[in-house]
């Protein structure tokens, strides 16, 4: 069974920067995509990035694109999000998610991660 442990969340000021981490354990897949989702408080959780491996392709959005930046260690079954310009906006719970693998769009959906951290509260304020 793979686990997920997430870290680096907090409380950062508008306009600051957090990366977040998230390690895996128990793999056995040689496919494998981790990735970021978030839920802000009375909305659906929505996706923000996730990375497949072997090939360490990349899937994003344009709005996390300006701000946000996913990478990782195939190695070391680890990846991390590099956050910066931070606005309240942002507040959320973030979740590290994983899969054995993902295609496509499916890569963008909850329903297609099997494996789920317990989320790193970000809050944005000052």
């Known amino acids: 069974q793979v686990q997920l442990v997430e870290s680096g969340g907090g409380l950062v000021q508008p306009g600051g920067s957090l990366r977040l981490s998230c390690v895996a354990s128990g793999r056995t897949s040689s496919t494998f995509v981790m990735g970021w989702f978030r839920q802000a408080p009375g909305k659906e959780r929505e996706f923000v990035s996730a990375i497949k491996w072997p090939a360490k392709y990349i899937y994003d959005t344009d709005a996390a694109k300006n701000r946000f930046g996913i990478s990782g260690n195939d190695a070391q079954n680890t990846v991390y999000l590099r956050m910066d310009s931070l606005s309240p906006e942002h507040t959320a719970v973030y979740y590290c998610?994983?899969?054995?693998?993902?295609?496509?769009?499916?890569?963008?959906?909850?329903?297609?991660?099997?494996?789920w951290g317990q989320g790193t509260q970000v809050t944005v304020s000052t």
């Open positions: 998610a994983a899969a054995d693998s993902c295609s496509g769009s499916g890569c963008y959906v909850t329903t297609s991660y099997a494996y």
